[in-house]
Every structure is written in structure tokens, then in C-alpha cells.
């Protein structure tokens, strides 16, 4: 198992931008692909955007142009640059690591969330 750790949520406003982060420990971090969730109240756990170990990435529509995702592989530490957040990007945000996919299936480790709030 990979053990994951989010950070840098917090409260923003509309339009502003915010810097996710998850640090990864455990079990080799080589080979995986690495994927954000995210849960608003009273909804499914959706998929953000994922990145595999080459760096190809694919991204949920709602956050295509706005959200970037990275990772530091020396660092075993992944990002989500959030840019022009809406009221409705507000959610708990998940790190995850597994296979590079959109579905939540596919990933068999995950952190405890970040909540992210953004106001109108």
C-alpha cells in the first residue's frame, strides 16, 4: 500500500486559484499512475484528473483548461494547480494511486481528503 497525504485546501474565492498537494510514502511510487477525486455533499466521488507515470494526463471536462495536474518524482509528490475556481469546484479532494484511469475502481490507495471551498 501507498500511503497518501493531501494538503493545501482551504476557503477561496470565485476565480481565485489553489495548489493541492499529496505526498506519497510506502511502497515504491515507481510505475504508478497518480489521480485526483473529488466528493461534494450528497454526491458520488467524481474524477478529477490523473497522471501516469510518463506524465500523460486526462482530465474531467468540468476542470479541462482550469486544473493542471503534476508530479515530482524525486519528491513522490503530486499536484493540482486549480485555477479559476467556481462554487461548484467546492468538494473534499482525494489523492489516489493505482492504474491511470478515470475510475475509482482502478485506484486501491487513497488519502483522507482536503476540503476545498470556494465562495461566490
Known amino acids: 500500500q501507498v500511503q497518501l497525504v493531501e494538503s493545501g485546501g482551504g476557503l477561496v474565492q470565485a476565480g481565485d486559484s489553489l495548489r493541492l498537494s499529496c505526498t506519497a510514502s510506502?511502497?515504491?511510487?515507481?510505475?504508478?499512475?497518480m489521480g485526483w477525486f473529488r466528493q461534494a455533499p450528497g454526491k458520488e466521488r467524481e474524477f478529477v484528473a490523473t497522471?501516469?507515470?510518463?506524465?500523460?494526463?486526462r482530465y474531467a471536462d468540468s476542470v479541462k483548461g482550469r486544473f493542471t495536474i503534476s508530479r515530482d518524482i524525486v519528491k513522490n509528490m503530486v499536484y493540482l494547480q486549480m485555477n479559476s475556481l467556481k462554487p461548484e469546484d467546492t468538494a473534499v479532494y482525494y489523492c489516489?494511486?493505482?492504474?491511470?484511469?478515470?475510475?475509482?475502481?482502478?485506484?486501491?490507495?487513497w488519502g483522507q481528503g482536503t476540503q476545498v471551498t470556494v465562495s461566490s
Open positions: 489516489a494511486a493505482g492504474a491511470w484511469s478515470s475510475q475509482r475502481k482502478d485506484y486501491d490507495s
Open positions: 497522471i501516469s507515470w510518463s506524465t500523460g494526463t
Open positions: 510506502g511502497r515504491a511510487f515507481r510505475g504508478y499512475a
